[in-house]
């Protein structure tokens, strides 16, 4: 399968990786960039931490709804996971183990963090899914084995978000909970498809717990 994403950069910012002692990979949404996530990233304000950011090309992860069928996502869907992967691993290169890398994501970024998340479930220093869910025409969270050993994951979204269905919001945190993540999930009346001050005021906790 093609790679339409593997020639991409990697984008960085925050504290450098030699010496930060916990790092956050975020992953951008549709007709957005990797630097345009990492401002969000730099704004949190938590000293220690290294943001990786990956870039899709053409600002795309993959071409259609993510609650299309999967095949019509492919190959980006498959080759932006191994984007996030890649970026969890620059990580683990430098010395900070998965325990302490966040992974963050919003819109479609925030559906290939979960499902990346929810496809290689192991003790991560937290996820957190802004306006996303996990990618597939239908989910059921018995087809996710593994346990995230209680890695803190946050789900928040629109509850008349019009591209993320509520309903896939809450699957997908009930599959999180299934893999033994310790699940927060927060649908708020009536906002739009952006990110609000209680969703980037959980962030900071989360991301300062791993600096602590």
Known sequence: MSEPHGSQPLVTGGTPLSEASAAAVLVHGRGATARSILRMGEEFGVEGVAYLAPQAAGNTWYPNPFTAPVES??????????????AVSEANDAGIPTERVL?????QGACLASEFVARNPRRYGGVAALSGGLIGERIDPADYEGDLAGTP??????????????ERVRESATTFERLNGDVTTRLYEGMGHTVNADERDHVVSMLSALVA
């Open 153 to 166: 994951v946050f789900v928040g979204c629109s509850d008349v978000d019009p591209h993320i269905p509520a």
């Open 103 to 107: 992974l963050l994501g919003f819109s």
């Open 73 to 86: 996502n492919e190959p980006g869907r498959s080759s932006g996971l191994d984007a996030v992967g890649d």
